[in-house]
């Protein structure tokens, strides 16, 4: 029995000098290099990066960000903003702004998907037809509107998100009726 407890005071000893600080030799060093986006408005159009924030608008005309993209260095930001009581899509790319509706009809965009040099939003118009708000589904690829599912005057329909994956183009969204809301892919 001495002998075991020999052992174990002996086994014990080793694993401490064996895992001191000063033998542990580190072969690499890491950093941690996450980044962090963030994108919403405060009364302006806003991405934070890392927690910083940059304003996409100077706040003179209201303007929200719905959704972001990052593809290596170019950062794309879509969002709506109200000109001359429209709602007009907006697409910053690395902080430069472009209109991609006309300002005839609402348009809401929600999601922003780059694949290679095509840059895909989903969201939605509005058109006011008769005393009724018509919802039509909307996917923008590269500033030209294709619409999805038109809405009616008792049916609105709306792309919410959308994803890229070679040649295959995904998008979610919802169809409302008076009968209840059908998700869509």
Not at 37 to 54: C, L, R
Request: aromatic share 10%; net charge neutral; proline share 1%.
């Amino acid at each position: 029995m001495k002998n075991l407890y020999i052992a174990i005071i002996l086994i014990t000893g080793l694993l401490f000098v064996s895992c001191r600080k000063s033998s542990v030799k580190k072969t690499a060093t890491t950093t941690d290099s996450t980044t962090v986006y963030i994108v919403g408005d405060e009364q302006k159009a806003t991405v934070w990066k890392n927690g910083v924030a940059d304003y996409l608008t100077d706040g003179t005309i209201a303007v929200g960000a719905t959704s972001m993209y990052v593809n290596g260095t170019d950062v794309y930001v879509v969002g709506t903003g109200n000109i001359g009581g429209i709602a007009t899509a907006k697409l910053w790319k690395n902080g430069i702004v472009s209109n991609f509706s006309d300002g005839t009809y609402d348009a809401f965009p929600y999601s922003v998907f780059v694949s290679g040099s095509d840059v895909y939003v989903a969201g939605f118009t509005s058109v006011l037809v008769q005393d009724n708000q018509i919802w039509s589904a909307i996917l923008w690829k590269n500033g030209i509107a294709t619409t999805l599912s038109a809405g009616s005057s008792t049916v609105h329909a709306m792309a919410s998100s959308v994803f890229v994956n070679g040649t295959d183009v995904y998008v979610a969204g919802t169809v409302s009726s008076p009968a209840g809301n059908i998700a869509m892919l």
